[in-house]
């Protein structure tokens, strides 16, 4: 099985901020990394699709890199609706067992 | 507009049973994989199943393995999770989300990449005696 590992679980910054947030895999998953946002009582969001192609509405202060076991999520500026728990999920895994990092739950300073 | 819509939640005594439905509208429901994702109070995302659009490939996490049984019916635009020995660790939101497939052909390197990119708002399973 692949584990996902997120870091740091928690992040406190202000609007304005530049923040990453970190994806580690167990073992190489190529580009296969999928991120969402997710705020208190609601569904997720898909943000970033194939680590770093960015989904269709989603802000262009959202940004995604990386390859093999490391990944990044940046935001360029911090703005108030960003304030939520973010998730890193793999898709490369066969058979279809598509799992997701523990989270990260950024918050304002 | 698309949406997914689950219902079907509700207070279940430790080794009940419970079914869950996701009703897909606006898309072509039969063309997509599906999913069922669960959140515990508290605590982050779990995958728990994926089905393939025909019904014929079905994938579980470990934990769910023989008591959990994803399905649909296309010509009603479905989706199900039977939900057999509950477990108290069983209580969570439940959330349905469709599986989207991106191809990208560059040269001769080709890649299929899924993500969930349309979920539902979630149906909760209470686990309790």
């Known amino acids: 099985d692949i584990q996902m590992t997120q870091s740091p679980s928690s992040l406190s910054a202000s609007v304005g901020d530049r923040v990453t947030i970190t994806c580690r895999a167990s073992?190489?998953?190529?580009?296969?990394l999928n991120w969402y946002q997710q705020k208190p009582g609601k569904a997720p969001k898909l943000l970033i699709y194939a680590a770093s192609s960015l989904q269709s509405g989603v802000p262009s202060r959202f940004g995604g890199s990386g390859s093999g076991t490391d990944f990044t999520l940046t935001i360029s500026s911090l703005q108030p609706e960003d304030f939520a728990t973010y998730y890193c999920q793999q898709s490369y895994s066969t058979p279809p067992e598509y799992t997701f990092g523990q989270g990260t739950k950024l918050e304002i300073k | 507009e698309v949406q997914l819509v689950e219902s079907g939640g509700g207070l279940v005594q430790p080794g009940g049973s419970l079914r869950l439905s996701c009703a897909a509208s606006g898309f072509t429901f039969s063309s997509y994989w599906m999913s069922w994702v669960r959140q515990a109070p508290g605590k982050g995302l779990e995958w728990v199943a994926n089905i393939k659009q025909d019904g014929g490939e079905k994938y579980y996490v470990d934990s769910v393995k023989g008591r959990f049984t994803i399905s649909r019916d296309n010509a009603k635009n479905s989706l199900y999770l039977q939900m057999n020995s509950l477990r108290a660790e069983d209580t969570a939101v439940y959330y349905c989300?469709?599986?989207?497939?991106?191809?990208?052909?560059?040269?001769?390197?080709?890649?299929?990449?899924?993500?969930?990119?349309?979920w539902g708002k979630g149906t909760t399973v209470t686990v309790s005696s």
């Open positions: 073992q190489s998953i190529s580009n296969y």
């Open positions: 989300a469709r599986l989207t497939l991106y191809f990208h052909s560059s040269g001769p390197h080709r890649a299929y990449y899924y993500y969930m990119d349309v």
